[in-house]
Each structure stands twice: as structure tokens, then as C-alpha cells.
């Protein structure tokens, strides 16, 4: 079931992360947002929720976030598994 649902613009990220027109290629290049300090698939206070895209691991740019969608549908496959799904 649904709980909550945000929807963010380019306007939101500008106003939230201080950067003008809003965020176009995930978060920033700094040294704070390479590869692995970048935020990982799963939070730790949602167990039902997964990051997959340019501003979490394991990156930004078309082919990492491929990587990154294969990583995630996986660990949800695992993840419905463990819970007593079907799913293959």
C-alpha cells in the first residue's frame, strides 16, 4: 500500500540543495558524491524502499545507472523472496 508520495521537480532540488535550475545530472561531482560516498540502494530507516539513479550508487551516467537498475531489481527479487513471493 501507498503511504506517501512526493513528487520532485528540478525547482524542489534547487530550493532544497541550494543549486540553480535544479539538479540535471544527479548530485554533485565534489569529492563528498564520487562512486562510493554516494548513497547506497538502501536506507536504513525504510526496509521496503530502494534507490536506483544517477544520485545513488553506483553513479551517475547511462551505463552505471543501468548497473545500478540491474543491482537493485535483483536485490528486490531477493528481498520478495525472503517474504514468501513467487517471484523469479
Known amino acids: 500500500n501507498l503511504i506517501d508520495e512526493v513528487i520532485d ?3 524542489t532540488y534547487a530550493d532544497y540543495y541550494n543549486v540553480g535550475g535544479g ?3 544527479g ?3 565534489g569529492l563528498g558524491q564520487l562512486s562510493l560516498t554516494r ?3 538502501e536506507p536504513s530507516t525504510h526496509d521496503n ?3 536506483v ?3 545513488s550508487r553506483p553513479g551517475n551516467g547511462v551505463p552505471l ?3 545500478g537498475a540491474k ?3 535483483k536485490r528486490a527479487i531477493k528481498k520478495l523472496q525472503r517474504k514468501g513471493s513467487n517471484i523469479q
Open 23 to 25: 539538479v540535471p545530472f
Open 9 to 11: 521537480t528540478p525547482g
Open 65 to 67: 545507472v543501468l548497473i
Open 39 to 41: 548513497p547506497g540502494a
Open 49 to 51: 524502499v530502494l534507490f
Open 27 to 29: 548530485l554533485s561531482h
Open 71 to 73: 543491482l537493485v531489481a
Open 53 to 55: 539513479g544517477a544520485s
